[in-house]
């Protein structure tokens, strides 16, 4: 006789980056388990590779977790793991003045609240040159993994290697050049040989790209100094 076995309850949320609902299911105890051996393993590849997993088996809807922007990553996770673990989060933060061991403050963060913020100048349209510009899209998982795992000479070059994985397409007024048509080399060529002014806009995307954060105020208990603290990234809450 086969062991009754409980039915999981479906919950909703929202792709943060394109508003679209999805319904996902908390994770189980044997996905639990592959995320604390990943977390153990301390290799970012491992992790990566084991939460797209988990995120992919407990999303009932019809997803490409490949291709999700990191912050709607790190989003769905939290969400996840809200409805999975529990959805409060205690936090320990330090004083910046003080080092003795009472002045650190527990804070309970809400996963259910958890936010992910978009800068109001933010663009993914980019205007170069005369009537030349590109469209950008957002760095996924698998785009920081590769460069990771195949590594780059310089920080530099890292930097390089992200946009140029990052540009959408290029355009002008006469025609659209999809990135995934193009070389390596014509898009780094492209990108050398932009100025100073046209690739601080570049990286002006990156800088006001959306992120999952959350704002932190609390008052240190030995010397009273208000503190004022900005949690980014899944990191910063698990």
Same mark, same amino acid.
């Given at each position: ?48 590779? %084991?939460?797209?997993?988990? =995120?992919? *088996?407990?999303?009932?809807?019809? &997803? ?5 922007? +990191?912050?709607? !990553? ?46 109001? %100048?933010?663009?993914?349209? =980019?205007? *170069?040159?005369?009537?030349?510009? &590109? ?5 996924? +998982?698998?785009? !920081? ?94």
């Amino acid at each position: 006789m086969a062991l009754p076995v409980q039915n999981t309850p479906i919950y909703t949320t929202e792709i943060p980056s394109t508003q679209e609902s999805i319904k996902f299911r908390p994770f189980l105890i044997k996905e639990q388990k592959s995320l604390l051996l990943a977390q153990q393993s301390e290799d970012i590849n491992v992790m990566a590779d %084991t939460l797209k997993d988990v =995120i992919r *088996l407990c999303v009932q809807s019809k &997803i490409d977790v490949d291709k999700l922007a +990191i912050f709607d !990553l790190e989003y769905i996770f939290s969400q996840i793991r809200a409805k999975s673990v529990g959805e409060n989060v205690d936090l320990l933060f330090s004083c910046d003045d003080c080092t003795d061991e009472k002045s650190r403050v527990k804070i309970s963060i809400d996963l259910t609240k958890l936010k992910v913020e978009t800068d109001p %100048t933010h663009q993914t349209k =980019i205007g *170069l040159f005369n009537d030349v510009g &590109i469209v950008m899209k957002y760095p996924s +998982i698998n785009v !920081l993994n590769a460069l990771e795992k195949y590594g780059v000479d310089s920080e530099i070059d890292l930097v390089f290697d992200i946009v140029c994985q990052c540009i959408d397409y290029i355009y002008d007024n006469k025609e659209v050049y999809h990135a995934h048509e193009q070389s390596k080399e014509e898009l780094t060529t492209f990108v050398n040989n932009l100025t100073t002014e046209q690739f601080g806009k570049i990286e002006s995307f990156f800088e006001t790209m959306p992120k999952l954060r959350q704002r932190v105020n609390y008052t240190c208990p030995m010397c009273s100094k208000e503190h004022n603290k900005v949690l980014e990234g899944l990191n910063s809450f698990f």
